[in-house]
């Protein structure tokens, strides 16, 4: 399974940015589909998950300004990011994982977002 990330860019705090994630089989069979990211020197971190049966988390930096969804018609995985701060400056990765067991877990190429003025 491929999942091919893409969307990042360079951009001015309080902008915004969408990223995609875009799969290489349907969606509907894997469990949940995430968004973690990785800043120099920092812990690879959750940003956003979505399951297939569309319920969502999000880390809480990015509650309120971050969106994840799905369209499975065309097995892609959004993170549309608003307000954005030089703090969300990270390599960003999607993932797709099995819930509750180690059966499946994909990991796509990261994308680089930069926030800064």
């Known amino acids: 399974v491929q999942l091919q990330a893409s969307g990042g860019g360079l951009v001015q705090p309080g902008e915004s940015l969408r990223l995609s994630c875009a799969v290489s089989r349907s969606i509907l069979s894997i469990h949940a589909m995430g968004w973690y990211r990785q800043a120099p020197g920092k812990q690879r971190e959750l940003v956003a998950a979505?399951?297939?049966?569309?319920?969502?988390t999000y880390g809480n930096s990015v509650k309120g300004r971050f969106t994840i969804s799905r369209d499975n018609a065309k097995n892609t995985v959004y993170l549309q990011m608003n307000s954005l701060k030089p703090e969300d400056t990270a390599v960003y990765y999607c993932r797709g994982y099995a819930l509750g067991s180690d059966e499946y877990d994909y990991w796509g190429q990261g994308t680089q977002v930069t926030v800064s003025s």
């Open positions: 979505i399951t297939s049966g569309g319920m969502t």
